[in-house]
């Protein structure tokens, strides 16, 4: 297995639902990140892990919660979403956080989310 | 907040033409990298540019930082159907010892055979 896996690929889910999203990398990557991609929109960085810590939540709304139980896995917790919430989610990684920026992000491929 | 716009939104193209998007912020930064996303996939590191002013190659993709690290082109050359894709600009800077990317809106280009 190679890169950055992302599970299910897509997910229905009504407002009251609860669901997690999983990201496993087999990169050997100290740091993971969740993103969110909304049509005409900047990708947005939601969630940074570092050697299993969270270091940023960028004002995301408690209805989203990360779990990052090693450093080859993430996972994202959804409890209560909202139909605003539909959007395409990422899981990135990368060898650490020092001078992260000029280190490649490797990108799984997603999971399409919708919110009835 | 550090902005990136990209632009054109939107290029359709013909096969074999040449083109040249663009990514433009008001603020500097450390670096800046070039993704291509596919349609149902994640996006993919192209290059990444370091030194104001300097120009990278990658096959008939030629990528430009600007002098004062505040901007960046891509140009292409004979555009094949294989370039379509959705073209996203990232900038890093630096918040305290760690740095962050923050990604451009993209650049959809689609190139008709």
């Known amino acids: 297995e190679t890169g950055v896996t992302q599970t299910p690929r897509h997910l229905v889910m009504g407002m009251t639902n609860k669901k997690s999203l999983k990201c496993e990398q087999h990169?050997?990557?100290?740091?993971m990140y969740w993103y969110k991609q909304s049509a005409k929109k900047p990708l947005e960085l939601m969630f940074v892990y570092s050697l299993e810590e969270r270091v940023e939540n960028n004002s995301v709304p408690s209805r989203f919660s990360p779990e990052c139980p090693n450093s080859s896995h993430l996972f994202l917790h959804l409890h209560t979403l909202q139909p605003e919430d539909s959007a395409l989610y990422l899981c990135?990684?990368?060898?650490?956080?020092?001078?992260?920026?000029?280190?490649?992000?490797?990108f799984g491929d997603g999971t399409r989310l919708s919110i009835l | 907040t550090q902005l990136l716009e990209q632009s054109p939104q939107f290029l359709s193209i013909q096969e074999g033409e040449n083109l040249t998007v663009y990514c433009n912020s008001s603020?500097?930064?450390?670096?800046l990298q070039w993704y291509r996303q596919e349609p149902g996939e994640g996006p993919v590191l192209l290059v990444t540019?370091?030194?104001?002013?300097e120009v990278k190659k990658l096959k008939r993709l030629t990528f430009q930082f600007g002098d004062a690290r505040k901007d960046s082109s891509l140009h292409i050359t004979a555009a094949q159907p294989g370039d379509t894709g959705l073209y996203l600009c990232a900038g890093a800077h630096y918040t305290g010892a760690n740095s962050k990317l923050t990604f451009g809106k993209g650049i959809t280009l689609s190139v008709r055979p």
């Open positions: 990135a990684s990368s060898q650490d956080l020092s001078r992260s920026g000029d280190q490649p992000q490797h």
């Open positions: 603020s500097v930064f450390s670096s």
């Open positions: 540019v370091v030194t104001g002013g």
């Open positions: 990169l050997g990557h100290n740091a």
